[in-house]
């Protein structure tokens, strides 16, 4: 069977320019980047080099680059090691109720262990409700964290908005920027953030590297302690092959065309179209969007089971649900734009890539119109 991959969001191939960049610090080049003798030099080089092509991916400086297990653990230490060295009365922390749970769980056990934590609005579209993000940070807010690229609807975030309200009110200001990198260009000069979390395999990486960009300055409490590395910022010997494999691919999402983003742009708007055609089918999410993902809902239909009977046909998708203790838990950002518990279940995410053909998207919308309209047949009785 041809299986069609349209679920990028949760994870991409590795690009095979990552894996031969990987290879040789798998097999041969085994030094830790701490010792001085020349196995540890060359490890050490390839890391530091690597650091640099993932600076230049977001604009910063090498020096101002974290590396971490990946996305979650900069999350954690973005929220968890500025609110540490925020000095009093400043330690509230203000995020945005659409945030991956990397972020969200880790300010509500903020909250749990006595932390002020503030939840802002979104808006129907998916968008920040910046009115209310201004109302709940003040004096007493240490961080603020907004996403740039929501992984459920794809919607941007006004990021630079939320980080002039913050500022005006001397809070540090955080950015997930897990979903962006890779699909649109990020700077985190224009951006005006102190802090900015990537995951390596989100852009045809490696899974388990990331990295916590901190702005040069930033008062930050590392999570992991032990010995210097990361410049006393994150301990633990470096995961060389995944930190290589990261730099390779934040080097070629820089080199991609802009001409590619236009690509997957026009396969995405082309299957959204073929599902909007559909009877009885919403798109999730109407704020400007990352071009490869697109969210909808089919009225009637349990998502869950549309999902599975997709996976059978050979397309793979994904709910933005979560699988939590005792089963699953619907979508907290379609929850979040306000939507009713019925749109929320029967909502489907499809997110596109560089391998996705137009062939494939074809073939997509194809097999859902016909797996939708067979699960909204009525069963005999
Ligand atoms: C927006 C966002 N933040 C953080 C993460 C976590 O990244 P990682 O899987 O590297 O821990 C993800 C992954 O799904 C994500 O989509």
């Not at 994870?11 to 320019?17: A, E, I």
């Not at 953030?193 to 040069?216: E, I, M, T």
Request: hydrophobic letters at 45%; proline letters at 6%; a neutral charge.
């Amino acid at each position: 069977m041809h299986r069609i991959y349209l679920d990028h969001n949760a994870t991409t191939p590795l690009d095979p320019r990552a894996l031969e960049a990987m290879l040789p610090f798998l097999r041969d080049d085994y030094g830790n980047p701490s010792s001085l003798h020349w196995f540890g030099q060359r490890a050490l080089a390839a890391v530091e080099q690597a650091r640099a092509e993932v600076a230049a991916l977001v604009g910063a400086d090498p020096a101002e680059i974290v590396f971490t297990s990946g996305g979650s653990e900069a999350d954690n230490l973005a929220l968890r090691g500025a609110a540490a060295k925020a000095r009093s009365p400043r330690t509230a922390v203000v995020s945005s109720a659409i945030e991956h749970h990397a972020v969200l769980n880790t300010a509500k056990a903020m909250r749990d262990e006595g932390r002020p934590v503030a939840i802002a609005r979104v808006r129907e579209d998916g968008v920040l409700d910046l009115d209310d993000l201004a109302e709940k940070v003040d004096e007493a807010t240490a961080v603020v964290t907004v996403m740039l690229a929501n992984n459920e609807t794809g919607v941007l975030q006004p990021v630079r908005e939320a980080s002039r309200i913050a500022r005006a009110r001397g809070a540090l200001v955080h950015c997930d920027a897990v979903q962006a990198a890779g699909k649109v260009p990020i700077d985190v000069r224009a951006l005006d953030v102190d802090l900015l979390a990537l995951s390596a395999h989100k852009l045809y990486g490696p899974k388990g590297a990331g990295c916590l960009y901190v702005r040069r300055g930033t008062p930050m409490a590392p999570l992991v302690r032990g010995g210097a590395q990361e410049r006393n910022r994150r301990a633990g010997t470096e995961n060389v092959a995944g930190a290589v494999g990261f730099g390779a691919a934040a080097a070629t999402a820089r080199e991609a065309p802009a001409a590619e983003a236009g690509r997957v742009a026009a396969l995405r708007d082309r299957l959204e179209a073929r599902l909007l055609a559909i009877p009885a089918v919403r798109r999730n999410g109407d704020g400007p969007r990352v071009p490869n993902t697109t969210n909808v809902s089919f009225e009637g239909v349990d998502a869950e089971a549309l999902l599975i009977a997709l996976d059978l046909e050979g397309v793979a998708a994904s709910t933005g649900a979560a699988c939590a203790a005792g089963g699953i838990e619907p979508s907290h950002v379609l929850r979040a734009m306000g939507y009713p518990p019925e749109r929320v279940q029967s909502s489907l995410r499809l997110s596109l890539g560089r391998g996705t053909t137009q062939e494939d998207v074809d073939r997509a919308a194809d097999i859902i119109a016909a797996v939708v309209a067979r699960m909204r047949r009525p069963t005999p009785s």
